[in-house]
Nanobody, 124 residues
Framework: QVQLVESGGGLVQAGGSLRLSCAAS????????VGWFRQAPGREREFVAR????????VYADSVKGRFTLSRDNAKNTAYLQMNSLKPEDTAVYYC?????????????????WGQGTQVTVSP
């Protein structure tokens, strides 16, 4: 069982920045793919970014590429999502998730464990 707790959400003006954190329980965090997803009201949950445990390039959705950065500190069992140049359309609940099989996909249903989510609101 893996427990994930997100933090760092809030209200920010367009053009501002936020850094989300995702703290994981357990000692095998370094072996998991970590993903960030978001869900706006009335919309499906969508992929934002993912980092594979076994290395390789971190992958981002086109809508956030160049503005968001996913990083992970395996020693602290924590992943981060640095969000810069925020836009009103980035407003959503943001979730982190892990894929214990390390398949490193964009598919929501591949991820086994999810956090409770943290609200990000970007005002015009």
């Amino acid at each position: 069982q893996v427990q994930l707790v997100e933090s760092g959400g809030g209200l920010v003006q367009a053009g501002g920045s936020l850094r989300l954190s995702c703290a994981a329980s357990g000692r095998t965090f370094s072996t998991y793919t970590v993903g960030w997803f978001r869900q706006a009201p009335g919309r499906e949950r969508e992929f934002v970014a993912r980092s594979r445990a076994s290395g390789g390039t971190t992958v981002y959705a086109d809508s956030v590429k160049g503005r968001f950065t996913l990083s992970r500190d395996n020693a602290k069992n924590t992943a981060y999502l640095q969000m810069n140049s925020l836009k009103p359309e980035d407003t959503a609940v943001y979730y982190c998730a892990v894929d214990i099989a390390d398949f490193a996909t964009r598919q929501v249903n591949q991820y086994n464990y999810w956090g409770q989510g943290t609200q990000v609101t970007v005002s015009p």
